[in-house]
């Protein structure tokens, strides 16, 4: 499975942007996929996740009620719809899938395949 992450740019406060990852092999229908973001001299950190089917979904507690994870599987995309952004969501997005979760969803080391990350940047 190959991923790109797209949609980044520059917004300003209380702007949206929706980022995209497109996939491709056959089988990412049969994947989880994952949001994360790191700020620059910050760890990496969960987003967003959802599951195969589509039918489950989580976020982090700061994003909670802000982001939309959804997927469309014969698009071989996941989308992440970002509202409200302020600047502390500034960050270099990547989206992850993994096919089966080993660990809680929000534990990045066991993704297996990752996008090559897309730029946000909130302004005040």
């Known amino acids: 499975v190959q991923l790109q992450a797209f949609g980044g740019g520059l917004v300003q406060t209380g702007g949206s942007l929706r980022l995209s990852c497109a996939a491709s092999?056959?089988?990412?229908?049969?994947?989880?996929v994952g949001w994360f973001r790191q700020a620059p001299g910050k760890e990496r950190e969960f987003v967003a996740a959802?599951?195969?089917?589509?039918?489950?979904?989580f976020y982090a507690d700061s994003v909670k009620g802000r982001f939309t994870i959804s997927r469309d599987n014969a698009k071989n995309t996941v989308y992440l719809q970002m509202n409200s952004l302020n600047p502390e969501d500034t960050a270099g997005y990547y989206c992850?899938?993994?096919?089966?979760?080993?660990?809680?969803?929000?534990?990045?080391?066991?993704?297996?395949?990752w996008g090559q990350g897309t730029l946000v940047t909130v302004s005040s």
């Open positions: 992850a899938a993994v096919r089966y979760y080993s660990h809680n969803y929000a534990y990045s080391g066991q993704y297996e395949y």
């Open positions: 092999g056959r089988t990412f229908k049969d994947y989880n």
């Open positions: 959802i599951s195969w089917s589509g039918e489950s979904t």
